[in-house]
């Protein structure tokens, strides 16, 4: 009797403790990150903003996505983003409802598939856009700074929308966050020009522990994703640290000029990739696209060549949006791109979400 009893506390408390991993991840979040790792260089997930929220002509309908209407699959990885949560609102600054955020973000992990949410936040410190560009924001919003509590208050609300985001059993479902992106460009109230580097990674660091650590948030892996790789240093200046970050990436846009991107896009890659291995960490392109898609050979032509030979875990298209014409970035059934996109679905190295069964995304390595 004593035995089992002891047995049975044995086991509760590896239970307890398992619920946590080292470095503060849930089973379902290490495991998420080790099966990026070990396909990184093998496998090219594809991810789309926004992909089951809406798209060309519709918005909120059950199962639906461009990208599936045109290839037969969700992307792999699905974009999201929590713009606008942090002032209260029940929609985001997309007007995608958060309600419908949690219930898609579900469906894609019950799937197999992969959630990823950027946060294009309002500046606490005024109010305003994430566009603007009020100089020492940051600082404002750091701990003794004068808007510091208002900042707590954003990450209450988003701490409490993660919470949520649970299958019906009860298993936190694993998102990689990607906080204060492209802040190596200057558009952003916590970009380059507007913060110095040590308020920047004092913003990260901060924002990470409050999350992760004071609010328990076990299920968050978290994505550094730059603009352009210009350089080493200058992609690592603003680092947080190795203990602060699991993914490394970059957002890059194609213009029109289809070779400067490509030029552009080696480049980063090639920086990426060599510190993302040498940290030990996730490569992945974070944003992409060539908006309207005017070339209808860009996937298999363009895109494909230009990552194919660099270890990047999943690249992401940006959104298809409903309500501002021809702001789109993936093809839909009838656009010029689809049997190109369908070509480039069926490359071996290319995973779309019924692609991720054979890669255990979600099945824990045996210690
Ligand atoms: C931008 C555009 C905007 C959008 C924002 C946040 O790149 O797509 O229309 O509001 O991202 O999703």
């Known amino acids: 009797m004593r035995i089992v009893k002891q047995t049975g506390i044995l086991i509760a408390a590896f239970c307890l403790v398992s619920q946590v991993s080292v470095a503060g991840r849930s089973p379902e979040a290490a495991a998420l990150l080790n099966a990026l ?20 002509d519709w918005a909120a309908e059950p199962d639906r996505s461009d990208i599936k209407s045109t290839t037969g699959a969700y992307p792999a990885v699905h974009g ?18 958060f309600s419908l955020m949690r219930d898609r973000i579900i469906e894609a992990y019950e799937r197999g598939g992969i959630n990823t949410i950027s946060w294009h936040s ?44 649970k299958t019906n059993d009860g298993t936190a479902i694993p998102i990689i966050f990607r906080p204060f992106h492209e802040h190596t460009g200057s558009w952003f109230w916590w970009g380059e020009a507007f913060c110095t580097p040590q308020e920047y990674q004092a913003l990260w660091r901060y924002t990470v522990d409050y ?33 602060y970050v699991d ?30 291995a040498e940290r030990d960490k996730v490569a992945a392109i974070t944003e992409t696209g ?33 309500n501002r014409p021809n702001h789109f ?14 070509n480039f679905y069926r490359l071996p190295a290319v995973r779309f979400e019924d692609g991720l069964a054979p890669l255990h995304i979600y099945q824990p390595t045996k210690p």
């Open 247 to 276: 993914i490394m990436g970059f957002d890059e846009y194609c213009m029109g000029d289809e070779q400067a991107y490509t030029a552009r896009m080696a480049k980063s890659l090639a920086i990426l990739t060599a510190i993302a």
């Open 80 to 97: 999201w983003d929590v713009g606008h949560l942090e002032i209260g609102r029940n929609a985001n600054l997309d007007n995608v409802s």
């Open 37 to 56: 790792k070990s396909i990184s260089g093998q496998y090219l997930l594809l991810g789309h903003q926004d992909a089951t929220a809406y798209g060309i």
């Open 211 to 243: 999350l992760r650590d004071k609010k328990g948030l076990a299920n968050l892996l978290f994505a550094y994703s730059s603009s352009t790789i210009e350089s080493e240093a200058h992609y690592l200046v603003r680092y947080p640290g190795d203990d």
């Open 122 to 165: 309002t500046n606490p410190v005024n109010g305003e856009s994430a566009w603007d560009t009020t100089r020492n924001s940051v600082k404002q919003i750091l701990p003794g700074g004068k808007h510091h509590g208002k900042y707590n208050d954003y990450l209450n609300r988003l701490a409490r929308f993660f919470k949520t985001l």
């Open 329 to 342: 970035y993936a093809p839909y059934p009838a656009h010029s791109a689809a049997e190109d996109f369908r």
């Open 290 to 322: 060539y908006e309207q898609i005017p070339n209808p050979h860009w996937f298999t032509q363009v895109l494909y060549p230009t990552i194919k030979d660099y270890p990047v875990a999943w690249v992401l298209l940006w959104r298809n949006a409903f």
